[in-house]
């Protein structure tokens, strides 16, 4: 069983919807949790940051963590075409030994989520 | 502005060769990481640095290696290519400081045939 799970769809829906994706994960050391977009042929951006559990909310993005279920999600509200891309989830520990382990990332499968006008 | 690059970013290679993927950045990061990307996989760590001489193992390291010099670059070697290690690659480096951003390159497109 990996450590994060998502459903990687395909996932269509029309322009203004709200979209809601999704992961679980089975480290409980986990975190920090983030959503990071990826158009393709592109790197992954950061999209969301969020430590620990609650919501984060900017613009039509809002981020939701909930610890005791280890279950994050993202909601995308009024989605546009521009919001094609595949969404990752991405989960990091607290510091290691070593140093810290931030930026040591345990990504999902990542979402492909198409917006067609 | 400060960046981070990958090169070469596409390549096609033979079985058994030796593969060296670059990545240079220019935010004075001390942490770099290498990735690579699967269907159904999402990203994987390969290989990790924290600064000048420390590199460390991620979940998917065998056949590749990394050495760092520099705070400004991490190659990474595929010792002896294999059809398995086609995939996208992708370099990322951070500050090392939870909320900071951590920027990933643009990817290295590694096919071996």
């Known amino acids: 069983q990996k450590e994060v799970e998502q459903d990687p769809g395909p996932l269509s829906v029309p322009e203004g919807a709200i979209v809601s994706l999704n992961c679980t994960y089975s480290?409980?050391?986990?975190?920090?949790f983030m959503w990071y977009r990826q158009y393709s042929r592109k790197g992954p951006e950061l999209l969301m940051y969020t430590y620990s559990s609650g919501n984060k909310e900017d613009g039509r993005f809002t981020a939701q963590v909930d610890k005791s279920s280890k279950y994050i999600s993202l909601f995308i509200r009024d989605s546009q075409p521009s919001d094609s891309a595949t969404y990752l989830c991405a989960m990091s520990s607290r510091a290691d030994a070593g140093g810290t382990s931030y930026g040591k990332l345990t990504f999902g499968q990542g979402t492909i989520l198409t917006v067609h006008p | 502005d400060a960046e981070i690059t990958q090169s070469p970013r596409h390549k096609i290679t033979e079985t058994g060769r030796q593969v060296t993927l670059a990545c240079h950045q220019t935010?004075?990061?001390?942490?770099m990481f290498w990735y690579r990307q699967d269907l159904g996989h999402g990203l994987r760590l390969i290989h990790y640095?924290?600064?000048?001489?420390?590199?460390n193992k991620g979940e998917v390291s065998d056949g590749y290696s990394v050495s760092r010099s520099n705070t400004e670059d991490l190659p990474l070697t595929l010792e002896s290519a294999a059809s398995s290690q086609t995939s996208v690659y992708f370099c990322?480096?951070?500050?090392?400081?939870?909320?900071?951003?951590?920027?990933f390159g643009e990817g290295s497109w590694l096919t071996v045939v």
């Open positions: 480290n409980s050391a986990f975190q920090y």
């Open positions: 640095s924290y600064g000048v001489q420390d590199t």
């Open positions: 935010w004075n990061h001390n942490n």
């Open positions: 990322a480096s951070s500050v090392g400081t939870p909320g900071n951003t951590i920027y």
